[in-house]
Structures are given as structure tokens and as C-alpha cells.
């Protein structure tokens, strides 16, 4: 019975139900993307246009007409401010920290306080959830304190020692005392 199917027979077969797939299948899922190309191809306008990728198919025409701003005021390139200020003397105030913050307070040394107030933290969720001692502890403080050495001597110091001693109440196994904190600053 295979005998009677030539070859040029089977393979018009197989490639006519490849081509019915792929056209079930490009029309299925595929049928805004289709009819983009074939606009395009064809050089007419579409009436619907459609949202990104998506379902959401938008009007050409206004549904609620253009907006119409009441009062615009317009700035002058002047009273822009998007830097530092021009003159050293003037401050700029953060709002979330509550800290000010003047132009020659080197940028660097808070962004190494919160990311070493932030491996504190864990140092204090990891000494309370495993119960080490004391001097585990001590060992991986003075490892925090080495990385983040430039903070040595400021005022970041005693913020973080505050922090350690403030979060920590309670929670150790130990006391943690500020001479000892002070100490582990100076001898890294």
C-alpha cells in the first residue's frame, strides 16, 4: 500500500500539514502581530492600535477630549538646582536621616556607615540566633571594624557603637560594654 504513495506526493502532504499548523497556530496566537505586518506591508493605517504587546487595544480618537491645564507656571533656568550649591556655605538638608549634610563631608564615609550598620545588624541576628560567646563575637566585630576602617576616628564611630549596644540589649549572652567597643576600634 506505501508502495502507491510517491515521494513527491508524501512530501506535498508533510509540507501542506506543516504549513496548516503554522498558519493555525501564527493566526491563534500570533494575530496582532500579523496584522501589524501585514499593515505594513500593505502601507495602510490601522483604525485600532494596541498597547504594547498586550490585549488592551486603544481608539485613534479622544474619549475625553485634550487636557487642558488651568494654571502653568514656568520656571526659570535659574531657579533650578539639580547639584551641589555654588557657594561652600550653604547646606542641604536630607529629610529621611535628619542629618545635614555639608559639601565637604566626604559622601563615602555614609555610604560606609549604613552598609556597616547593616552587616551589624546581622552581626547581632547571628550572635543572637546561634548563642556564640563573647569572643566570637569580639572576632567578627573586629572583621566589620577592618573593612570599614575610614570610618575610624568620626563621628560614625560612636553612632554604630550606640547602634550595636542599643540593638543588642538583651539579646546576647554577654554585656557588651562601650570601653570594650572603643577598644576593639583601636586594636584592629
Same mark, same amino acid.
Given at each position: 500500500?506505501?508502495?502507491?504513495?510517491?515521494?513527491?506526493?508524501?512530501?506535498?502532504?508533510?509540507?501542506?500539514? %506543516?504549513?496548516?499548523?503554522?498558519?493555525?497556530?501564527?493566526?491563534?496566537?500570533?494575530?496582532?502581530?500579523?496584522?501589524? @505586518?501585514?499593515?505594513?506591508?500593505?502601507?495602510?493605517?490601522?483604525?485600532?492600535?494596541?498597547? +504594547?504587546?498586550?490585549?488592551?487595544?486603544?481608539?485613534?480618537?479622544?474619549?475625553? $477630549?485634550?487636557? !487642558?491645564?488651568?494654571?502653568?507656571?514656568? @520656571?526659570?533656568? *535659574?531657579?533650578?538646582?539639580?547639584?551641589?550649591?555654588?557657594?561652600?556655605?550653604? @547646606?542641604?538638608?536630607? !529629610?529621611?536621616?535628619?542629618?545635614?549634610?555639608?559639601?565637604?563631608?566626604?559622601?563615602?564615609?555614609? +555610604?560606609?556607615?549604613?552598609?556597616?550598620?547593616?552587616?551589624?545588624?546581622?552581626?547581632?541576628?547571628?550572635?543572637?540566633?546561634?548563642? *556564640?560567646?563573647?569572643?566570637?563575637? &569580639?572576632?567578627?566585630?573586629?572583621?566589620?571594624? !577592618?573593612?570599614?576602617?575610614?570610618?575610624?576616628?568620626?563621628?560614625?564611630?560612636?553612632? %554604630?557603637?550606640?547602634?550595636?549596644?542599643?540593638?543588642?540589649?538583651?539579646?546576647?549572652?554577654? $554585656?557588651?560594654?562601650?570601653? *570594650?567597643? &572603643?577598644?576593639?576600634?583601636?586594636?584592629?
Amino acid at each position: 500500500m506505501l508502495h502507491q504513495i510517491s515521494w513527491f506526493t508524501y512530501a506535498v502532504s508533510i509540507l501542506s500539514l %506543516v504549513a496548516l499548523y503554522y498558519l493555525y497556530v501564527g493566526l491563534t496566537f500570533y494575530r496582532i502581530e500579523l496584522r501589524s @505586518v501585514i499593515y505594513k506591508l500593505t502601507g495602510k493605517q490601522r483604525v485600532v492600535r494596541s498597547a +504594547g504587546n498586550g490585549d488592551l487595544q486603544l481608539p485613534d480618537y479622544a474619549i475625553m $477630549g485634550k487636557a !487642558q491645564p488651568d494654571d502653568v507656571e514656568f @520656571v526659570s533656568q *535659574e531657579e533650578l538646582t539639580f547639584g551641589p550649591p555654588d557657594s561652600p556655605d550653604e @547646606v542641604f538638608i536630607q !529629610q529621611p536621616a535628619e542629618m545635614q549634610v555639608t559639601p565637604g563631608i566626604d559622601s563615602r564615609l555614609t +555610604g560606609d556607615f549604613s552598609e556597616m550598620v547593616a552587616e551589624v545588624k546581622t552581626l547581632i541576628r547571628v550572635i543572637n540566633e546561634s548563642g *556564640e560567646s563573647k569572643e566570637d563575637f &569580639e572576632m567578627l566585630f573586629r572583621l566589620i571594624v !577592618q573593612k570599614y576602617s575610614a570610618l575610624t576616628g568620626t563621628d560614625y564611630e560612636q553612632r %554604630v557603637n550606640e547602634f550595636l549596644i542599643n540593638e543588642s540589649e538583651g539579646l546576647f549572652p554577654f $554585656g557588651i560594654t562601650y570601653p *570594650e567597643l &572603643e577598644a576593639y576600634w583601636k586594636n584592629y
